[in-house]
């Protein structure tokens, strides 16, 4: 439902008549008032509003103004024979990259990636750093065939030797494998 609100005073007066009424209602004047407060609230929440959008506008230019600058200064010692240079060399690099990955996804797939294998992978470098560094490994004494009879008794070559031996099985089982699915001249 609408309310029909006239600017005009009718002949009778009865607009003014019924403002003066409502004017001398504590709860007309109470409501008044309140929409006063609440006007005046809007009024300073639009004006902080207008100020805080002004405060970012200036903002936002000076940031322009700085970075125009900042690149202004970049672009002076930018040189286009060095982009070219490092568009080209990073062409060239493209398709190496792309077939080191290529083949380490193949290393991947082939198990080299395994935990047991890079333990014996990380096995092996210790025990040839711990050789490198061992006086006995660098030794210009001869032994004899016998010598190295003796040396299968001692456990750790004994471990090392049935590694060995086992390693040979398995790859040479995969040759096996590899070869019947090549073709033989």
Do not use: C, W
């Not at 008032?33 to 805080?52: C, M, N, Y």
């Not at 959008?53 to 970075?67: K, M």
């Not at 490198?132 to 001692?154: Q, V």
């Amino acid at each position: 439902m609408r309310a029909k609100i006239s600017s005009f005073p009718d002949a009778s007066g009865s607009n003014a008549r019924l403002l003066l009424q409502n004017l001398q209602d504590p709860k007309f004047i109470e409501s008044l008032r309140a929409l006063v407060e609440k006007s005046q609230a809007l009024i300073d929440v639009l004006d902080r509003g207008e100020r805080t959008l002004d405060s970012i506008s200036n903002r936002i230019a000076e940031l322009g103004h700085a970075g125009a600058s900042a690149l202004a200064n970049g672009l002076e010692s930018f040189d286009v024979d060095d982009l070219k240079t490092a568009g080209e060399t990073l062409k060239g690099i493209i398709p190496v990259v792309r077939d080191f990955v290529s083949e380490l996804g193949l290393i991947r797939q082939a198990g080299f990636f395994d935990p047991e294998v890079l333990k014996v992978i990380g096995s092996v470098g210790r025990a040839m750093s711990a050789a490198a560094r061992d006086p006995d490994a660098h030794s210009d004494e001869t032994r004899s065939i016998f010598e190295f009879t003796l040396l299968l008794k001692d456990p750790e070559v004994a471990r090392t030797l049935n590694f060995i031996t086992s390693l040979a099985r398995h790859f040479g089982s995969y040759l096996d494998k590899s070869e019947a699915g090549s073709t033989r001249e």
